[in-house]
C-alpha cells in the first residue's frame, strides 16, 4: 500500500523516500508534531492536511444532515459526537467531515486532540496552544479559523454537559 | 479599430502588480477582478500626488490647498457625471462604496415612500448588498418582496405578468451578476417599472466596470458603484440619484457638511449632494477615482468588451475540456467576463486553495449571494473573473491548475 505523504518520519527514513506506512489509524498528537517539524515549509504541511484529510475515516450519507452541520465554514462541515462508556471512564468519541479535504485536514488535528478523550481532558486541553504549536495560527484565513472555533466551541460544550450528567449520576 | 488583445501587454504593463512574480517565478493570475480590480500606475500615483503635493480637508479651507483638493474633487464628480450620462453633478455622491449607496437608497428613500402592502421587485440574482438593506425596509416598513424568477440559464424570467402590479413601488436589480454574469435588461426593466409608477435601482457595481451606462437613456432612477472595482481606489463609491428622487431621500449618516441649519432642537439638511456626504469624504480616493475613469476611456469600452469576450470563451472552451467542471449561467455572449463553476467531486475550498499554489488566484464560496446559490442547489462555487489586463495566458494557466487539481486530489484515479 502506498501512501505517500502521510508517512511518519520513522517510515519516510526507514524506506527513503517510498513510504509503505498504511494510515488506517488516526494521528495523534506527537505524530503531528513530529511530521510538521519535518516539514520544512507550509506548503508541505498543507500538501500533508491535505493527504491526510483525504484518508479521514468517511461519515455515512445519513449522518451528513442539518443537525450536525457546522455553521461558520466556507465548506460543508459536519460533526458527529458520542459519549463512549464502555471503558473503565466515558470518553467522547468524535468523528467529522468536510467535503474540502484541507478542512479534513484540519479535522484530523481536531480529532488527534478530542476523539478519545474525557470530558475532563477535552476541557483542558487547549487547541489554541495546539494550533500555534502547528503554527497552524498563522497560516489560516480568519475564515477557517471562525470554522475551526466553531467545532471547538461545539466539543467544548458537549464535554461540559457530559460533566454535569457524570456529576448528577453520580450523586 | 484595433483590437485589444493587439495592446493588451501595453494595457497590462500599466499595472505594477503585475512587474512582481510570485515566489520561484510564478507569474501572477490574478482572476478575482469581480471582487476587486487592480490599480493602473496612474491611479496610484494620483493618489500619492494628492498626499504629498496639496492634501487638506474638502469644502472647509479658503486656503490654497483646499481650493486644490476641492477642484480635484469636482473634477472627478464631472468624470463620473459624464460615465453615466447623468444631467448633473448634483445628482451624483461620493460614498463609501456601493453597499453604503444602496444603504442610503433603500433607507433614505424607501423608508420614506413605501406603505404596507407595496412590492419591491429584485433577482434571485442580487449581490446580498443589494437584497439585505431591502429585507431590512421590508421588515420596517411591512412592504413585500417579490422576486424575478430565473431561467435555467440564470437569466431573468419576466414572463410572469403579476411581476409589475400597482403594488410595485421599486425594482432593484444588479446591471451584471457578480456569479452568473448575466445581464439583465435594464432598458425593459426601467419601461416595465415606470408603467406601473415604480422606480428603477441598479446596482451597477459589477457591470460599470465593462461598459458606461446611460442613465437617462436608459431610464435608471437610482445607481450604486464602487471605485474599487472601475480600477480605481478602494473606500469610495458613487450614489447616483435622479434630482427629484435625490430631493425626496433622507440621509442615512448624520454629521458635518450635510447641513443646512443646526439648532438645539432640530437641524434642516443641505441640498444633494452634500446632503449624503456628510463627514470628511475619502478625498484621495475619489480624486484618484478620475485617473482610472480615463484609463477606461483610453482603453475605449469596445475593445475592452471584445477582449474580455475573448477571454470568456477561452475559459469557457478550455474548461469544456476538462471532466467533472459545470460552469453556471449564460453563454459568454450573452453575459459578463465571469466564469463561475464547480468540479465534481472538489469542494470549492479546495480548487481556490490549490489554484493557489500554481499562482491563480480565484474567489470561492456563495461571493455574498446565498439565495442565488440555493437556486443554483450548491453550496459553493468557484468564480474566475477577468480584467482588461488578462490574457489568454492567463486562461491557459487556470485551465492547467485545474488539471493539477484533479490530479492532486485523485478524481482520475
Redesign the interface.
Known amino acids: 500500500m502506498n501512501t505517500v505523504g502521510l508517512c511518519t518520519r520513522a517510515a519516510f527514513d526507514q524506506t527513503q523516500g517510498a513510504c509503505t506506512l498504511a494510515a488506517t489509524e488516526l494521528m495523534t498528537l506527537d505524530e503531528l508534531y513530529e511530521e510538521f517539524d519535518f516539514l520544512p515549509d507550509w506548503?508541505d504541511r498543507?500538501d500533508f492536511l491535505?493527504d491526510l484529510g483525504?484518508e479521514l475515516p468517511k461519515l455515512s450519507s445519513d449522518e451528513k444532515i442539518e443537525p450536525n452541520r457546522v455553521h461558520g465554514c466556507?465548506?460543508?462541515v459536519w460533526l458527529v459526537t458520542e459519549l463512549d462508556d464502555s471503558g473503565d471512564e466515558p470518553v467522547l468519541r468524535v468523528r467529522a467531515n468536510?467535503?474540502?479535504?484541507?478542512?479534513n485536514g484540519l479535522i484530523a488535528v481536531l480529532l488527534a486532540i478530542y476523539d478519545g478523550k474525557t470530558p475532563r481532558e477535552v476541557l483542558d486541553a487547549d487547541a489554541a496552544e495546539i494550533f500555534k504549536r502547528l503554527e497552524l495560527d498563522r497560516h489560516l484565513s480568519s475564515q477557517r479559523k471562525n470554522g475551526l472555533s466553531g467545532m471547538v466551541t461545539r466539543l467544548r460544550q458537549l464535554a461540559a454537559a457530559a460533566i454535569v450528567d457524570l456529576d448528577q449520576q453520580a450523586n | 479599430m484595433k483590437h485589444l488583445s493587439e495592446t493588451v501587454l501595453d494595457v497590462r504593463n500599466q499595472f505594477p502588480i503585475f512587474d512582481h512574480p510570485l515566489p520561484k517565478g510564478q507569474p501572477v493570475t490574478f482572476l478575482d477582478t469581480a471582487a476587486s480590480a487592480q490599480k493602473p500606475q496612474t491611479v496610484i500615483d494620483r493618489e500619492r500626488e494628492v498626499c504629498e503635493r496639496y492634501y487638506a480637508n474638502a469644502y472647509r479651507g479658503v486656503y490654497r490647498f483646499g481650493a486644490m483638493v476641492d477642484e480635484e474633487l469636482e473634477a472627478s464628480r464631472e468624470a463620473v457625471r459624464k460615465l453615466l450620462g447623468a444631467e448633473s453633478r448634483d445628482e451624483l455622491a461620493f460614498t463609501a462604496g456601493a453597499t453604503m449607496s444602496l444603504n442610503v437608497i433603500a433607507n433614505g428613500w424607501g423608508r420614506r415612500h413605501l406603505q404596507p402592502g407595496d412590492e419591491i421587485l429584485l433577482s434571485v440574482l442580487e449581490h446580498h448588498a443589494n437584497f439585505v438593506p431591502w429585507q431590512q425596509v421590508v421588515a420596517a416598513t411591512g412592504a413585500k418582496l417579490r422576486f424575478i424568477p430565473l431561467t435555467p440559464a440564470g437569466e431573468l424570467d419576466l414572463s410572469d405578468p403579476e411581476l409589475f402590479n400597482n403594488r410595485t413601488r421599486i425594482v432593484a436589480v444588479t446591471g451584471m451578476s457578480n456569479v452568473l454574469g448575466t445581464l439583465p435588461p435594464l432598458a425593459e426593466l426601467s419601461q416595465r417599472a415606470h408603467a406601473v409608477g415604480a422606480i428603477l435601482v441598479v446596482d451597477a457595481a459589477q457591470s460599470l466596470p465593462h461598459g458606461p451606462i446611460d442613465v437617462v437613456a436608459t431610464g435608471i432612477d437610482f445607481l450604486a458603484c464602487s471605485g474599487h472595482k472601475l480600477y480605481g481606489p478602494t473606500g469610495v463609491g458613487i450614489l447616483y440619484g435622479r434630482k427629484e428622487l435625490l430631493a425626496e431621500t433622507d440621509p442615512l449618516i448624520f454629521g458635518g457638511h450635510m447641513i443646512d441649519q443646526v439648532h438645539q432642537d432640530h437641524s434642516t439638511w443641505a441640498d444633494p449632494p452634500a446632503r449624503f456626504e456628510a463627514g470628511t469624504l475619502p478625498i484621495v480616493q475619489a480624486i484618484a477615482l478620475r485617473p482610472a475613469l480615463e484609463f477606461m476611456e483610453s482603453v475605449g469600452y469596445e475593445a475592452m468588451h471584445a477582449h474580455e469576450l475573448e477571454l470568456t470563451q477561452a475559459a469557457h472552451a478550455q474548461l469544456a475540456e476538462i471532466p467533472g467542471i459545470q460552469i453556471y449561467g449564460p453563454p459568454p455572449e450573452r453575459k459578463g467576463s465571469i466564469v463561475s463553476f464547480t468540479m465534481e467531486g472538489a469542494?470549492?475550498?479546495?480548487i481556490a486553495?490549490l489554484l493557489d499554489?500554481k499562482g491563480v488566484f480565484v474567489r470561492?464560496?456563495h461571493h455574498c449571494t446565498m439565495p442565488l446559490h440555493t437556486w443554483l442547489g450548491v453550496?459553493?462555487t468557484v468564480r474566475a473573473s477577468f480584467g482588461v489586463y488578462n490574457n489568454l495566458d492567463d486562461v491557459q494557466r487556470l485551465a492547467d491548475a485545474l488539471r493539477y487539481v484533479r490530479q492532486?486530489?485523485?478524481l482520475d484515479t
Open positions: 506548503e498543507c491535505i483525504m466556507q465548506s460543508m468536510s467535503d474540502a479535504m484541507i478542512v | 469542494a470549492a475550498e479546495d486553495h499554489r470561492h464560496g453550496p459553493a492532486r486530489l485523485k
